[in-house]
């Protein structure tokens, strides 16, 4: 890591191919021995990088995409169409049109939106795949619950996506009469960062329970479920905690309990089990990537005991530090394991706080040492900013002895290039 931060220059993202690839492995592997027919589907908001993107296809991946970016980001990749979703709370007719185009399955979020996506493949004579996204916790009777559990149940703070019980079961009844709409299954989305399984146990039993009162309603069964995403990973910078502060489940646990009450649900209401989509993204994702930082400037004031180790990193390049709380190890490159008897403020130079870390507790470092951020491969580049006119850093991906470049060191001449002075601004002469 110090030699990339020296030939390439930090800030400097670093993703590991072979982490990837391993996640990946594992994941489909934790839910293929457990389910019968299961399909990985990469949700690409989480990364979008195009070599990331086109690693995860090549390991069979299809792909949740949030918009038109999104889905030609898969389509580049040479993602086949037919593994993909789109989701999102409002989509755009240019979206809804492509994919009916190309028979890429919608996440329906409104009966409005159902009746808009029959017109449009009505009109192109053609058929719309489409998977209704429900609200699992609306089929939840909170009393008869955990309390933990029933927070969650009753917690309505995610209702911008999806539908709840009674709209969902209007919903099918109107798919199934629309000609031009092909209801393949249901989606759901445990958003809500959860570390543990409860949520996933429930909301699964809970869907089992939908696809029974579907059957009854209306003589309909899913071919697919799309549990979506919302995996940790064992670090979960998500949760704000410190690693190892907390209980996380691992992929296996969590595959074993939604393949378990899936199966055993089934079973017991004489379902047959529709295929298993699951949309994992940070738990692909986040720890193949480090942020490497060279530690500039440290301050001690003769008036105060706190210690600021200023980096070239910015939040601007972890932005869910500062909008969520997440919490990123920062270990130093060389010497990590050396006694950790500092405890300092890691800030970057952007003009509000850009607090990295706070209270941390590191080795005694000096300037010019590097520093690696950990997990940052989820939801970190892809919500950078360039507050302060901080270019974005390079990221570079590394495969045994083989590093490439996949995406290069952002200039300011390339931040400015982007503004236009109009011409009567210009002073003449
Ligand atoms: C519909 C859907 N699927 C999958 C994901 C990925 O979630 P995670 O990165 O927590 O696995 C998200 C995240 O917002 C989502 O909205």
Redesign the pocket.
């Known amino acids: 890591l110090a030699d990339l931060a020296a030939r390439f220059g930090t800030p400097l993202y670093v993703t590991s191919e072979r982490q990837l690839r391993e996640n990946y492995r594992r994941t489909y592997a934790a839910f293929a021995s457990r389910y019968p027919d299961v399909r990985i589907l990469y949700?690409n908001?989480?990364n979008g990088n195009a070599a990331i993107r086109t690693i995860v296809t090549q390991e069979g991946a299809g792909g949740?995409c949030?918009g038109l970016g999104e889905l030609e980001l898969a389509l580049r990749a040479a993602t086949p169409p037919d593994g993909l979703v789109l989701?999102g709370s409002n989509k755009g007719l240019d979206e809804l049109q492509k994919a009916i185009e190309l028979g890429v399955t919608i996440?329906v979020d409104h009966p409005d939106e159902l009746e808009t996506i029959a017109k449009l493949a009505e009109t192109a004579h053609n058929t719309a795949k489409v998977n209704l996204r429900v609200l699992p916790f609306s089929f939840a009777d909170p009393e008869s619950l955990d309390p933990d559990l029933a927070t969650i149940a009753l917690d309505r703070s995610h209702d911008k996506?999806g539908m709840d019980r009674p709209t969902v079961l209007a919903s099918a009844r109107r798919a199934i009469a629309l000609p031009s709409v092909d209801l393949r299954g249901l989606h759901i989305?445990v958003?809500r960062?959860r570390s543990t399984t409860a949520p996933f146990a429930l909301a699964s039993a809970l869907m089992v329970q939908c696809m029974v009162e579907l059957r009854d309603a209306l003589g309909w069964t899913p071919s697919v479920l799309d549990i979506?995403?919302?995996?940790a990973h064992e670090r979960d910078p998500e949760s704000g905690k410190p690693a190892g502060s907390h209980a996380v489940a691992t992929i296996e646990s969590y595959a074993d309990v939604i393949s378990s009450t899936l199966l055993q649900g089934c079973a017991a209401h004489d379902l047959e089990p529709p295929q298993l989509w699951v949309?994992?993204?940070?738990?692909l994702v986040s720890n193949t990537t480090v942020l490497l930082t060279r530690v500039g400037l440290i301050k001690r004031l003769p008036t105060s005991d706190t210690t600021w180790v200023n980096v070239d990193a910015s939040t601007n390049h972890v932005m869910r530090i500062p909008l969520q709380g997440y919490h990123h190890e920062v270990v130093p490159v060389r010497g990590a394991n050396r006694i950790r008897s500092l405890v300092a403020n890691v800030v970057g130079p952007n003009c509000t706080l850009d607090l990295i870390a706070e209270e941390r507790a590191l080795p005694c470092i000096s300037p010019g040492e590097y520093l690696a951020i950990l997990d940052v491969g989820?939801?970190a580049e892809a919500f950078v900013t360039r507050f302060n006119l901080i270019p974005r850093p390079a990221t570079v991906l590394v495969a045994g002895d083989c590093v490439d470049v996949i995406r290069p060191r952002e200039t300011v001449d390339e931040v400015l290039a982007g503004q236009i002075v109009p011409d009567r601004l210009r002073v003449s002469g």
Do not use: I, Q, T, V
Not at 228 to 231: D, E, T, V
Not at 279 to 283: I, K, L, M, N, T
């Open positions: 949700a908001k989480a949740d949030f989701n996440n996506w989305h958003s960062l979506g995403g919302g995996f949309e994992p993204g940070r738990r989820g939801y």
